[in-house]
């Protein structure tokens, strides 16, 4: 890909650089061709469903919150195998900007039991046992679709495999506590350059270059 257009973030015929994934410097990673990744999971029986993003006709926000949930289930498979080396594990995107940081992680995490997030789908931090559950929520996805349960109120939730509901509804059937962060905040950068509106305001950020 060597543009992106995705209206809803605002994000039209950005032009992107192929290799700044290799500014992070992984140990190990693992390129994939999508279009291999959506036959693989078989994307259709997911978006049948109806989408959630009603500001989003198009679906793609549905489909890359599928590939999302696949490159996070991928990526720790490569590093599961080193667990036992690790007393945390970290899940962080590295599309954000941190406006507000992260508090001492021994106050923090208090068990194998326990995640600690902010937004519960774009960040987490945990032991290796609970960051593992996390990150196999699209074993859930199925259940999710057919179930109808709502993250507030337990009734019959809206269509659509919602990212931030099939993550509680996970974590709930997963019987994993969630502690949500004080104080810490981040706001996602567009491709762009430019702040999340919508993160700026939940993060009380102010900044010129808001989008």
Same mark, same amino acid.
């Given at each position: 890909? %060597? $543009?992106?257009?995705?209206?809803?973030?605002?994000?039209?015929?950005?032009?992107?650089?192929?290799?700044?994934?290799?500014?992070?410097?992984?140990?190990?990673?693992?390129?994939?061709?999508?279009?291999?990744?959506?036959? *693989?999971?078989?994307? %259709?029986?997911? #978006? $049948?469903?109806?989408?959630?993003? *009603?500001?989003?006709?198009? =679906?793609?926000?549905?489909?890359?919150?599928?590939?999302?949930?696949? %490159?996070?289930? #991928?990526?720790?498979? !490569?590093?599961?195998?080193?667990?036992?080396?690790?007393?945390?594990?970290?899940?962080?995107?590295?599309?954000?900007?941190?406006?507000?940081?992260?508090?001492?992680?021994?106050?923090?995490?208090?068990?194998?039991?326990?995640?600690?997030?902010?937004?519960?789908?774009?960040?987490?931090?945990?032991?290796?046992?609970?960051?593992?559950?996390?990150?196999?929520?699209?074993? %859930?996805?199925?259940?999710?679709?057919?179930?109808?349960?709502?993250?507030? #109120?337990?009734?019959?939730?809206?269509?659509?495999?919602?990212?931030?509901?099939?993550?509680?509804?996970?974590?709930?059937?997963?019987? !994993?506590?969630?502690?949500?962060?004080?104080?810490?905040?981040?706001?996602?950068?567009?491709?762009? =350059?430019?702040?999340?509106?919508?993160?700026?305001?939940?993060?009380?950020?102010?900044?010129?270059?808001?989008?």
């Amino acid at each position: 890909m %060597s $543009k992106l257009n995705n209206p809803r973030s605002n994000e039209r015929n950005v032009a992107l650089d192929p290799d700044e994934w290799r500014l992070l410097e992984p140990l190990r990673y693992l390129i994939e061709d999508a279009s291999s990744v959506d036959k *693989r999971m078989n994307l %259709s029986y997911y #978006t $049948k469903f109806g989408n959630p993003w *009603r500001d989003d006709p198009s =679906g793609l926000s549905l489909r890359n919150h599928l590939r999302a949930l696949n %490159s996070i289930e #991928t990526c720790f498979s !490569l590093i599961e195998q080193y667990m036992d080396k690790y007393k945390y594990i970290v899940f962080a995107r590295p599309d954000v900007a941190y406006v507000r940081p992260l508090p001492n992680v021994k106050r923090l995490i208090t068990n194998n039991q326990t995640i600690g997030v902010k937004f519960i789908d774009r960040f987490a931090i945990g032991s290796p046992i609970a960051v593992r559950k996390w990150a196999h929520r699209l074993h %859930s996805a199925d259940a999710f679709l057919h179930s109808k349960w709502d993250r507030k #109120t337990h009734r019959e939730r809206s269509k659509g495999l919602h990212s931030e509901n099939l993550v509680k509804f996970h974590l709930f059937h997963s019987k !994993l506590t969630m502690k949500e962060v004080s104080g810490f905040c981040f706001v996602r950068v567009r491709a762009g =350059g430019c702040f999340s509106k919508l993160d700026c305001r939940a993060c009380h950020f102010s900044s010129t270059n808001m989008c």
